[in-house]
């Protein structure tokens, strides 16, 4: 058995549970919904690298997703020294009829299989003030000990 921590509390789950789970934090002010934070968690293949699992995540967002764009994708750093891979990204929400911009800095914790996905996306493109939100969350994250 595992004991999880939640920032809620805790509880107990069996040893061969693994973590799915998705954070979304957005803006109390509702005036300010142009921002939402995502923390993802997802795992590798065994002896798969960093750059082949973004290769097969991209491919499938780009079947799954009309419109989809990578902008960019280049190395980061999160926290003092962890290195990551982030992923700018575009696409049109044909629903709404509105373009969605993304960042997503990708990275691996505890075994280097799983992952951790830090992800940004606006109904803006990116600014000067929305890339300092982003550094600034970047370079805040500490692993747990």
């Not at 005036?31 to 491919?59: A, C, G, H, Y």
């Not at 989809?68 to 280049?74: A, G, H, S, T, W």
Request: proline share 2%; hydrophobic share 40%; no cysteine.
């Amino acid at each position: 058995m595992v004991d999880y921590i939640i920032n809620e509390g805790q509880f107990t789950l069996p040893n061969n549970i693994i973590d799915r789970t998705i954070n979304n934090f957005i803006f109390q002010d509702t005036n300010n919904n142009q921002l939402n934070f995502t923390v993802s968690r997802d795992t590798m293949q065994i002896n798969e690298e960093l750059n082949s699992f973004l290769d097969k995540q991209i491919k499938i967002l780009q079947n799954a997703i009309a419109q989809y764009q990578v902008l960019e994708l280049k190395d980061v750093t999160i926290g003092t020294d962890i290195k990551a891979i982030a992923l700018y990204s575009t696409w049109k929400d044909s629903q709404r009829n509105q373009n969605i911009y993304q960042r997503q800095a990708v990275f691996a914790v505890n075994n280097q299989q799983q992952l951790l996905v830090f992800g940004l996306t606006s109904l803006q493109p990116f600014d000067e003030a929305t890339d300092k939100i982003w550094q600034q969350w970047l370079t805040s994250y500490q692993p747990a000990r």
